[in-house]
């Protein structure tokens, strides 16, 4: 089976028994329908912005993100979470957010190394 039609069908046997979860994923859905901006796009979006920020090669001289120091990387994953907020409206300062009375972590974990 392709990957994407795995990754659907996986996505449909976690949403059909995390309901909570199922809401957060509409709760994306209708930003992104609202913003006018598929959600992949937004947050792809948001991961360049925070790695442009991050190496931000005009000020620094450096263009790779091989260049950066390990703080620098963990910061990109920061940055990805200041945006998201700043982008959905979310809370600024916390490290989770409230829909539907639950809790939800805000965080990225990227795999930054190449080669």
């Known amino acids: 089976m392709p990957d994407t039609l795995w990754a659907e069908s996986n996505e449909q046997n976690v949403l059909a028994t995390d309901s909570e979860l199922a809401k957060v994923r509409q709760e994306l859905l209708g930003i992104a329908k609202r913003l006018k901006r598929p959600i992949g796009i937004l947050l792809g ?10 190496v931000d090669g005009p000020r620094t001289g ?3 993100i091989d260049q950066l120091t390990k703080t620098e990387k963990t910061y990109i994953g920061t940055k990805v979470e200041i945006i998201v907020r700043n982008e959905l409206d979310l809370d600024a300062g916390q490290a989770s957010t409230r829909w539907w009375r639950e809790s939800v972590s805000i965080s990225s974990g990227l795999n930054l190394s190449h080669g």
């Open 45 to 54: 979006d948001i991961v360049r912005q925070a790695i442009d920020e991050v």
């Open 62 to 64: 450096r263009w790779d």
